[in-house]
Structures are given as structure tokens and as C-alpha cells.
């Protein structure tokens, strides 16, 4: 069974003038790494909160088909209700950080829905170490870096131990070293089983680690498959994606008649596939 | 305004710090209670030479002298104005009275908010059967109010690179200036307000009756100590103020 089911589904903002999402249809399986990409205003924030019922439950406005996440309807349950299931982090990491200090601050899930002093407490020591947490342990989120911030809000999400994690371009405020860490962080959860759906521009940086990319323009799906397939399709460069800088040299020297064989994502399977053939 | 410092939390470890917040809150009121009740100089100095030592056992004496410095001026000022327009029989001994009360009632109230943590205060209201939506709202001010200094300054300076005078002018046309700031820092707050509500309600938050709390405040034996001692001082003040006349040890002008 799919973890994860899109069945032709619209969406409108309530007040909006067009549709966000448009008979979108989606499935997606237990332990996958989805990167969604796509240029600006195309639907990729909604389809984010489609997953864990922030739309329709929190935004409200027009539906039409149905999104089943875990067996259930997000028609018919509370965000709250989702939150053990699908996690969600965002753009703005200060934005999600609400309480004073680290250890607060990650046990606020947990606390919210009832779970137990004890293991919460249990949770709280074990994703301080796991995200390497303990020097910011007692800080103001103000004075934390944004990377730190980041990290603070992606434990605070796992601690409510959901089965999906859903990152809406987690990065796109950090500098590039701390953009590689949380995407690193991100790419171990996924090695431990955790199905992740991350959206992100840089995709010199994910197309290594992902299953599948799923590209976005103007409220649809327009491209679904591995980053290999995905990658070298002339689609990409016509709606604008970053394609890595490593799979356009094979893309050139492919219409050059200069066929390297496999289509390299980094720039080190550039070289051995060069160095191969040559 | 850096006498409000003493009102400042201040991450320190001692004694009064692992006090339960709830066992200081009735001393600070005790305290405060008392300090109202004289309007003579040799109590309000011995609860003063009570409540220094305390403030050592908090580490934040230098603190408090610093504050008092700030606010030293201030402090003046009451005394020279209330000697000289009092109306009561001996002016000097009346206004140096209520100058020690001020004092008095600052460093009660310091001595409190000097050493509970802001979490620590929202656990305590919650456990004093505030609800949690209420501790939690004014935790959250303190948690924003920096962010959003930073985001005021940031609009400023936007303001300002586009030509806006803000410090010129008459009074009335400085506080016209505020309107390029306060209209966009509502925009963006409102803004930020609905990010941080998405992000809370991913959360759960408000969603179950029976939330619980990861740390939760415990009255310990030494805080029972303080709460008894508290109220004997209490009990006894009020009985001397009742039966025990004190104006004879007051100064004669
Ligand atoms: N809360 C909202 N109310 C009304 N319309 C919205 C709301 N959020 C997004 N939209 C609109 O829905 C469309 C899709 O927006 P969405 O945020 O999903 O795009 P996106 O792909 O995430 O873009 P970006 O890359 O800029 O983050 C946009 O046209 C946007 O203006
Ligand atoms: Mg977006």
C-alpha cells in the first residue's frame, strides 16, 4: 500500500483566483527520497501542506479529489491528528521556533499531544544528540545561526517520531556549508527509513541522495521518475530547474555524438565516466 | 533605562536560583506587602538589610548596585522635591522614608524576576491553574520581541535609504516619521504570525485536553522553608504595625 496518495487533486486559496494545485496525481511509497522541484509559484509549498492536512484544515478553500497519507483522508482528519505521521519543516527556520531554549522547544510536539513526562524527556536527550544539539541546549532562538535554528526545528519535528518527513526548502535560507549539513541530516533520516519529501532547488546537491525527482510547473506534475531520467530531459532547462552542472556536460557532449554510457549527478561521476572512456 | 536590568532574568546558579518560582513569588508579594505597610525609616532599612544578603546569595548584588546607580538621580529627586513640598511635620524624615520604600519595593520584586526563568514563570502560572494558552502567549512575547526589534531596525534603515527623515523635525512631525515604520512592521508581522501558526498547529498545539509538561515544578523542603518564614515575617509585621507605635524613632525634622 502507498504511504502517500494524490487522486486528481485541485486546490484553490480561498480568495485566490486560480488553482494552487491542479488534478494532481501522486503516489508515493514507504522509504522513498522525493525531491520536488520546480520554478517559483508553482504549487510546491501547498503540495507540502496538502501532505500533512495543513490544506485543507488550516487553509482553507476549493477541493476537489482526495490526498490519502497513511490510509487517511486529509479531508477528514486535524492537522494534530496527521502529526504523528507526517512532519513537516520550513522555510523560515525563526519562524518555527516558539519556546525559549532547545530543550522546549522539542519537546512542544510531544507535550502538545499528551505523551508521557518520561519519554518525552527520553525523546528530547535523544534527538539532542542525534542532530548534535547540546552546546545550543539552553539558548535564546535569537541567539542561535540560522543552520543552528534549522536543526532545532528539524528535532522538533522528529520528536514527534513521524513516518514522513516533508522539508520545504529548508536551505534556502542558510549559507552553502550549513545548506550541505541539514540536507545531510536530511539524507540519514532517509537511510534510517524515514520517507523523505524535500523540496529544493540545488539539485546538484540532492540528485545524489534522491529516489526520484517529481518536477512542478504551474500547479501540475509535468516530470516523475529518477534523477537520472528526470535530468537530462530537455524539460528542465526550458521551465528553468538547476540541473547539476555534471549532467549538462553529458548532455552536451551526448548532441556532440560523445556518449559517456550512464548520466552522471556529480561531478566525480563526471570524471570516472570520463576517464573510463577515454 | 538601565535600571530596569533588576527586573532582567539572569542565567546564574545559586541558591535563590533553584528556589521554586512559586515559593519566591510569596516572598517577593510578603516582602512588598511589608515594605507598604511602613512609611518609617528603621523598618524599611532592616527589610533592605534583610533583602541585600539575599540578593548575594543570588549572585546579583553588582547588578543591583548598578541599577540603583541608574537610578540614583531619580532617587534624588523624590528625596529634594518631597523635603521641600511636604506637607508632613518632620519632610525630611517623611520623603527619605518613602525613597527607601521605592527601593524596597524594586528590590523585592528584583530579587524575583532577577532569578525565575521566563519558562519557569509560565510552568509556575500553569501550575497555579492559569491556562496554558495564556503562560504560553506571554512566553512567546518574550521569545518575539527581540526578532521583532531586529525586524523594526531593519525597516528603519530601509526607510531611511529611501530618504525618510526619522530624527528631524518638530515633535509632531517625528511622530508622523513613525508611520513608514509601524505600517510595514504590521504587514510583515501579521505575516510571520500566520508562518508561526502554521508551524504550531503541525505541532498539535491545542489539539489534546491532556497536554503534559516535560518539566514539572516540585515544592521542595527548602521551598516550604521559605513560604514559613515568609509568612511568620508577614504575620509578625502586621502585629507590631497593630500594636507597637513606632513614630518615636522617627527623625525629629
Ligand atoms: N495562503 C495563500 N493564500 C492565497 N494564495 C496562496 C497562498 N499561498 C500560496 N498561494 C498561491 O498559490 C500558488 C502556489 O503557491 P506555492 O507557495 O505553493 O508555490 P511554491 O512553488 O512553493 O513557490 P516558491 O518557490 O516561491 O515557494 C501561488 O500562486 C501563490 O500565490
Ligand atoms: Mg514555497
Same mark, same amino acid.
Given at each position: 500500500?502507498?504511504?502517500?496518495?494524490?487522486?486528481?487533486?485541485?486546490?484553490?486559496?480561498?480568495?485566490?483566483?486560480?488553482?494552487?494545485?491542479?488534478?494532481?496525481?501522486?503516489?508515493?511509497?514507504?522509504?522513498?527520497?522525493?525531491?520536488?522541484?520546480?520554478?517559483?509559484?508553482?504549487?510546491?509549498?501547498?503540495?507540502?501542506?496538502?501532505?500533512?492536512?495543513?490544506?485543507?484544515?488550516?487553509?482553507?478553500?476549493?477541493?476537489?479529489?482526495?490526498?490519502?497519507?497513511?490510509?487517511?483522508?486529509?479531508?477528514? @482528519?486535524?492537522?494534530?491528528?496527521?502529526?504523528?505521521?507526517?512532519?513537516?519543516?520550513?522555510?523560515?527556520?525563526?519562524?518555527?521556533?516558539?519556546?525559549?531554549?532547545?530543550?522546549?522547544?522539542?519537546?512542544?510536539?510531544?507535550? #502538545?499531544?499528551?505523551?508521557?513526562?518520561?519519554?518525552?524527556? @527520553?525523546?528530547?536527550?535523544?534527538?539532542?544528540?542525534?542532530?548534535?544539539?547540546?552546546?545550543?541546549?539552553?539558548? @535564546?532562538? @535569537?541567539?542561535?545561526?540560522?543552520?543552528?535554528?534549522?536543526?532545532?526545528?528539524?528535532?522538533?519535528?522528529?520528536?514527534?517520531?513521524?513516518?514522513?518527513?516533508?522539508?520545504?526548502?529548508?536551505?534556502? #535560507?542558510?549559507?552553502?556549508?550549513?545548506?550541505?549539513?541539514?540536507?545531510?541530516?536530511?539524507?540519514?533520516?532517509?537511510?534510517?527509513?524515514?520517507?523523505? &519529501?524535500?523540496?529544493?532547488?540545488?539539485?546538484?546537491?540532492?540528485?545524489?541522495?534522491?529516489?526520484? &525527482?517529481?518536477?512542478?510547473?504551474?500547479?501540475?506534475?509535468?516530470?516523475?521518475?529518477?534523477?537520472? #531520467?528526470?535530468?537530462?530531459?530537455?524539460?528542465?532547462?526550458?521551465?528553468?530547474?538547476?540541473?547539476?552542472?555534471?549532467?549538462?556536460?553529458?548532455?552536451?557532449?551526448?548532441?556532440?555524438?560523445?556518449?559517456?554510457?550512464?548520466?552522471?549527478?556529480?561531478?566525480?561521476?563526471?570524471?570516472?565516466?570520463?576517464?573510463?572512456?577515454? | 533605562?538601565?535600571?530596569?536590568? !533588576?527586573?532582567?532574568?539572569?542565567?546564574?546558579?545559586?541558591?535563590?536560583?533553584?528556589?521554586?518560582?512559586?515559593?519566591?513569588?510569596?516572598?517577593?508579594?510578603?516582602?512588598?506587602?511589608?515594605?507598604?505597610?511602613?512609611?518609617?525609616?528603621?523598618?524599611?532599612?532592616?527589610?533592605?538589610?534583610?533583602?541585600?544578603?539575599?540578593? !548575594?546569595?543570588?549572585?546579583?548584588?553588582?547588578?543591583?548596585?548598578?541599577?540603583?546607580?541608574?537610578?540614583?538621580?531619580?532617587?534624588?529627586?523624590?528625596? !529634594?522635591?518631597?523635603?521641600?513640598?511636604?506637607?508632613?511635620?518632620?519632610?525630611?524624615?517623611?520623603?527619605?522614608?518613602?525613597?527607601?520604600?521605592?527601593?524596597?519595593?524594586?528590590?523585592?520584586?528584583?530579587?524575583?524576576?532577577?532569578?525565575?526563568?521566563?519558562?519557569?514563570?509560565?510552568?509556575?502560572?500553569?501550575?497555579?491553574?492559569?491556562?496554558?494558552?495564556?503562560?504560553?502567549?506571554?512566553?512567546?512575547?518574550?521569545?518575539?520581541?527581540?526578532?521583532?526589534?531586529?525586524? *523594526?531596525? *531593519?525597516?528603519?534603515?530601509?526607510?531611511?535609504?529611501? %530618504? !525618510?527623515?526619522?530624527?528631524?523635525?518638530?515633535?509632531?512631525?517625528?511622530?508622523?516619521?513613525?508611520?513608514?515604520?509601524?505600517?510595514?512592521?504590521?504587514?510583515?508581522?501579521?505575516?510571520?504570525?500566520?508562518?508561526?501558526?502554521?508551524?504550531?498547529?503541525?505541532?498539535?498545539? %491545542? *489539539?489534546?485536553?491532556?497536554?503534559?509538561?516535560?518539566?514539572?515544578?516540585?515544592?521542595?523542603?527548602?521551598?516550604?522553608?521559605?513560604?514559613?518564614?515568609?509568612?511568620?515575617?508577614?504575620?509578625?509585621?502586621?502585629?507590631?504595625?497593630?500594636?507597637?507605635?513606632?513614630?518615636?524613632?522617627?527623625?525629629?525634622?
Amino acid at each position: 500500500m502507498p504511504l502517500i496518495e494524490f487522486q486528481d487533486f485541485s486546490f484553490k486559496y480561498y480568495g485566490a483566483d486560480f488553482l494552487a494545485l491542479k488534478k494532481v496525481n501522486l503516489t508515493i511509497s514507504e522509504g522513498e527520497y522525493v525531491v520536488i522541484t520546480g520554478p517559483s509559484g508553482c504549487g510546491k509549498t501547498t503540495l507540502c501542506r496538502t501532505i500533512n492536512g495543513l490544506v485543507p484544515q488550516f487553509h482553507r478553500g476549493y477541493i476537489a479529489g482526495n490526498v490519502l497519507v497513511d490510509g487517511k483522508n486529509t479531508r477528514d @482528519h486535524t492537522v494534530a491528528e496527521m502529526a504523528t505521521i507526517a512532519g513537516l519543516v520550513f522555510q523560515q527556520p525563526e519562524n518555527q521556533l516558539v519556546t525559549l531554549n532547545v530543550e522546549k522547544e522539542i519537546a512542544f510536539g510531544p507535550e #502538545n499531544l499528551g505523551v508521557d513526562p518520561v519519554e518525552v524527556r @527520553h525523546r528530547v536527550e535523544e534527538l539532542i544528540s542525534l542532530l548534535d544539539l547540546e552546546h545550543l541546549r539552553d539558548k @535564546h532562538p @535569537h541567539e542561535m545561526s540560522g543552520g543552528e535554528q534549522q536543526r532545532v526545528a528539524i528535532a522538533s519535528i522528529l520528536a514527534l517520531k513521524p513516518k514522513i518527513m516533508v522539508a520545504d526548502e529548508p536551505t534556502s #535560507n542558510l549559507d552553502p556549508k550549513n545548506a550541505e549539513l541539514i540536507l545531510d541530516i536530511i539524507a540519514g533520516l532517509n537511510k534510517r527509513d524515514m520517507t523523505v &519529501i524535500l523540496v529544493e532547488h540545488r539539485l546538484d546537491l540532492v540528485s545524489k541522495d534522491a529516489s526520484r &525527482i517529481v518536477l512542478m510547473n504551474d500547479g501540475r506534475i509535468v516530470a516523475d521518475g529518477t534523477p537520472r #531520467n528526470i535530468l537530462v530531459k530537455d524539460l528542465c532547462q526550458e521551465i528553468g530547474v538547476g540541473v547539476p552542472k555534471a549532467t549538462l556536460v553529458y548532455k552536451s557532449l551526448k548532441n556532440r555524438g560523445i556518449d559517456l554510457g550512464s548520466v552522471p549527478l556529480t561531478g566525480e561521476e563526471l570524471a570516472t565516466l570520463v576517464k573510463e572512456a577515454s | 533605562m538601565s535600571f530596569l536590568e !533588576v527586573f532582567q532574568y539572569t542565567r546564574q546558579d545559586s541558591i535563590i536560583h533553584r528556589l521554586d518560582p512559586r515559593a519566591k513569588l510569596f516572598m517577593a508579594i510578603v516582602s512588598a506587602i511589608v515594605s507598604l505597610i511602613f512609611l518609617e525609616i528603621l523598618p524599611l532599612l532592616i527589610i533592605l538589610i534583610i533583602l541585600i544578603p539575599l540578593l !548575594v546569595a543570588a549572585k546579583s548584588l553588582r547588578r543591583w548596585l548598578r541599577s540603583m546607580k541608574g537610578l540614583s538621580i531619580l532617587l534624588v529627586f523624590i528625596l !529634594v522635591f518631597n523635603t521641600l513640598l511636604s506637607p508632613a511635620p518632620n519632610p525630611l524624615n517623611h520623603s527619605i522614608a518613602l525613597t527607601l520604600r521605592l527601593i524596597a519595593l524594586m528590590t523585592s520584586f528584583s530579587l524575583f524576576f532577577l532569578t525565575v526563568h521566563p519558562d519557569e514563570l509560565s510552568q509556575a502560572l500553569i501550575q497555579m491553574r492559569v491556562r496554558f494558552e495564556f503562560a504560553f502567549a506571554m512566553s512567546m512575547a518574550m521569545r518575539y520581541v527581540p526578532t521583532l526589534a531586529q525586524e *523594526a531596525y *531593519a525597516i528603519m534603515d530601509a526607510q531611511k535609504a529611501r %530618504g !525618510v527623515e526619522l530624527d528631524k523635525g518638530n515633535p509632531l512631525k517625528r511622530i508622523r516619521n513613525i508611520v513608514p515604520i509601524i505600517v510595514p512592521l504590521i504587514i510583515v508581522s501579521i505575516r510571520r504570525a500566520l508562518s508561526i501558526a502554521e508551524s504550531m498547529e503541525s505541532r498539535g498545539f %491545542g *489539539a489534546s485536553p491532556h497536554r503534559t509538561y516535560m518539566n514539572r515544578l516540585s515544592f521542595k523542603k527548602k521551598d516550604w522553608v521559605v513560604v514559613f518564614i515568609s509568612l511568620l515575617v508577614l504575620v509578625l509585621t502586621i502585629y507590631i504595625r497593630l500594636y507597637i507605635p513606632l513614630y518615636v524613632w522617627s527623625l525629629p525634622f
